[in-house]
């Protein structure tokens, strides 16, 4: 299948499958092209939280529409990866024009509406059954613990993988949880408990209060819990895209990109990824073959990763690393990591969920949790932070720029660079707040600067 006309061109489409398997006929296509020396520069980029191919195709046409004015004299090509994720339709994306199915009016949480239960259907073949059962109970909201222990459990169905799959591999950020995570926390410990304290976090996020609320001013009614679970099954769904990403990085697009290498030496590859597509192309670092040097930057929109992915060492727990600890060194030029304080996706649930998947096991040595309990005015401590509230924490000489300051100036050659895009990655309601606002030229100005196309 061509890839579809997007407005800007060259472009291709690599389409993968949840473990990393490419569509061989547009790879080849890919490899024949550019293998003709008429592209210098081919941006790559990866979607995060995503319905449908024609929802990651708009972001596509649209983010890359100024590149040709940007930059009049390069000889560009871009490309399209397409990887199994979704987004729950209830979720409004910034400045983004919304499908024919999004149209379809939304039913109040905690009912899952028509879109995200097709959606579900779409990500996890298969398990129909699982994903109706879930609908039932969120409709339902049955007023007992039983039917709250049964969705935890249906939902705990829904995300499992094979244990020796490359995915099983790829959940981690952190190298000690990735020894010792078998699944996470917040699907395997009491569901009533897990859903209060999602609970919690939605009330906060939606306040827009900056302090954690107190445990007093908070009353649940069955209803309430309810809203809790809808918001477990939206995190659950979140960590197995997580999982996705990594794989597809390490296992699918990684080994592309070496064999892009070895036909087109001198096509200089720019990487670039939006929250969960960050963690695909960083991990696409990992499987990279040893001697490629054609990835020439990297930069991370919004990145759904632990801002300590990319640490040599934790500043708590010395002994434990990154997932890719070391693997900026992998690009011929600088990773820069955009973040924005406006994003309440990465700044207030991404914490608790991060926590409640078990992440803190490399840190406290235990079970995920034991020490301190799940207050929801304990998690927005630094160890459960994310890359796109933040960007890299732990990294030796990352400078931290502002996005005036980036675009006026020169960016460093290589390493770890944080950007503040606060300026203008500052829209979007609750739950997510600005996380998909990145369709922004200053944006495409910044991936251009990281990879010193002109």
Not at 101 to 124: W, Y
Not at 232 to 253: D, I, N, W
Not at 319 to 326: C, D, I, N
Request: glycine share 12%; charged share 20%; proline share 8%.
């Amino acid at each position: 299948m061509a890839a579809p006309v997007i407005g800007v061109s060259p472009y291709w489409e690599l389409t993968f499958d949840a473990d990393g398997d490419v569509d061989e006929p547009e790879q080849n296509r890919l490899l024949a092209d550019v293998s003709q020396g008429k592209v210098r520069d081919l941006l790559v980029f990866a979607h995060g939280w995503n319905n449908e191919r024609s929802g990651a195709t708009r972001l596509y046409g649209r983010f890359f529409a100024p590149v040709p004015s940007l930059a009049p004299k390069a000889r560009l090509g871009y490309v399209g990866v397409i990887w199994p994720s979704m987004m729950f339709a209830d979720e409004p994306v910034p400045d983004f024009p919304p499908s024919a199915a999004a149209a379809v009016p939304v039913p109040p949480r905690p009912q899952l509406d028509k879109n995200s239960r097709h959606a579900l259907l779409e990500v996890f073949p298969g398990r129909a059954t699982v994903v109706e059962q879930i609908a039932r109970l969120l409709e339902q909201h049955p007023d007992d613990g039983p039917a709250l222990e049964e969705f935890g459990r249906l939902v705990r169905l829904l995300v499992e993988v094979r244990a020796q799959g490359p995915q099983a591999s790829c959940a981690a950020d952190l190298l000690v949880a990735r020894a010792s995570d078998a699944e996470p926390g917040m699907l395997t410990r009491d569901t009533a408990q897990v859903c209060r304290d999602f609970a919690r976090a939605l009330e906060r996020v939606e306040s827009g209060d900056g302090e954690a609320p107190g445990t007093a001013a908070f009353a649940f009614t069955p209803k309430g819990l309810w809203d809790g679970a809808h918001e477990l099954l939206r995190q659950a769904t979140y960590y197995a895209m997580k999982r996705r990403a990594g794989a597809v990085g390490e296992h699918g697009l990684g080994p592309v990109l070496g064999r892009l290498a070895l036909i087109a030496p001198d096509v200089r590859v720019h990487l670039v990824g939006h929250s969960f597509g960050g963690r695909l192309v960083s991990f696409a670092l990992r499987g990279l073959p040893e001697g490629v040097r054609t990835v020439k930057s990297v930069t991370l929109l919004q990145g759904a990763f632990s801002h300590y992915a990319f640490a040599a060492r934790l500043p708590d727990a010395p002994h434990t690393e990154g997932a890719l600890s070391g693997r900026q060194h992998r690009i011929d030029g600088p990773l820069v990591c955009c973040h924005s304080r406006f994003d309440s996706a990465l700044g207030t649930l991404y914490p608790l969920a991060s926590r409640m998947a078990g992440d803190d096991r490399s840190l406290t040595g235990g079970a995920p949790g034991a020490a301190e309990g799940f207050g929801i005015g304990r998690v927005l401590g630094p160890r459960w932070g994310a890359m796109g509230h933040d960007g890299v924490q732990a990294v030796d000489g990352t400078p931290r720029f502002t996005l005036a300051e980036a675009l006026n100036g020169r960016l460093p050659a290589s390493g770890c660079v944080n950007v503040d895009a606060s300026a203008v990655v500052c829209h979007g309601g609750p739950p997510s707040g600005a996380h998909s606002d990145i369709v922004h030229r200053e944006l495409a100005r910044v991936v251009l600067a990281a990879g010193r196309v002109s």
